[in-house]
Antibody, heavy 120, light 110 residues
Framework: EVQLVESGGGLVQPGGSLKLSCAAS????????MHWVRQASGKGLEWVGR??????????VYAASVKGRFTISRDDSKNTAYLQMNSLKTEDTAVYYC???????????WGQGTLVTVSS | QAGLTQPPSVSKGLRQTATLTCTGN????????ATWLQQHQGHPPKLLSY???NRPSGISERFSASRSENTASLTITGLQPEDEADYYC???????????FGGGTKLTVL
């Protein structure tokens, strides 16, 4: 059974930093691309970014709204993906989902999400 | 970043058929095809179909997808109370190098 379990969410002040983790199991993590998608309360889904697998040089790409502030990384030995969020803004407040896709394919599995609240 | 366009809401009766639409452009829906997701309140999204009309294992045949040029559609037949949810389309946008989502359609089953 595929499982994606996010952790690390919480309350942070504007301008602060937070690092989310996504522990994966039930599939070949090292062969997959890993994504982060967020959803503000009562709003739609917003793609944050993606890291490809080793064969694709761990290439990353980000949404314009987070580029330069957020960084995706992964540790294939731990089957874990990360989202480092810096210079956080109130508009970054959302549930953050970890998700995966096969390379070149659709996002097919999603975690349960972790809530990040940016507020003073 | 530009997203895909979905109607905000659709209402249909029990056992009726609902068709949800998603309009993009030649860089996303028209090029890569669309993915459809279902999201119940308080739950993560669930994949319903990908690359226009491929259903993952375990997804009911009542859900079918199609595409005509830059517009994708999701048809749900024999509507059931459990189909009441938010439905999102998404696609890879080759010009933006980003996944784009529609704003979502809230489906109400009367």
């Amino acid at each position: 059974e595929v499982q994606l379990v996010e952790s690390g969410g919480g309350l942070v002040q504007p301008g602060g930093s937070l690092k989310l983790s996504c522990a994966a199991s039930g599939f070949t993590f090292s062969g997959s691309a890993m994504h982060w998608v967020r959803q503000a309360s009562g709003k739609g889904l917003e793609w944050v970014g993606r890291m490809r697998n080793k064969a694709n040089y761990y290439a990353t790409v980000y949404a314009a709204s987070v580029k330069g502030r957020f960084t995706i990384s992964r540790d294939d030995s731990k089957n874990t993906a990360y989202l480092q969020m810096n210079s956080l803004k109130t508009e970054d407040t959302a549930v953050y989902y970890c998700a995966r896709s096969v390379e070149g394919g659709a996002i097919d599995y999603w975690g349960q999400g972790t809530l990040v609240t940016v507020s003073s | 970043q530009a997203g895909l366009t979905q109607p905000p809401s659709v209402s249909k009766g029990l056992r009726q058929t609902a068709t949800l639409t998603c309009t993009g452009n030649s860089n996303n829906v028209g090029n890569q095809g669309a993915t459809w997701l279902q999201q119940h309140q308080g739950h993560p999204p669930k994949l319903l179909s990908y690359r226009d009309n491929n259903r993952p294992s375990g997804i009911s045949e009542r859900f079918s997808a199609s595409r005509s040029e830059n517009t994708a559609s999701l048809t749900i037949t024999g509507l059931q109370p459990e189909d009441e949810a938010d439905y999102y389309c998404s696609a890879w946008d080759s010009s933006l190098s980003a996944w784009v989502f529609g704003g979502g359609t809230k489906l109400t089953v009367l």
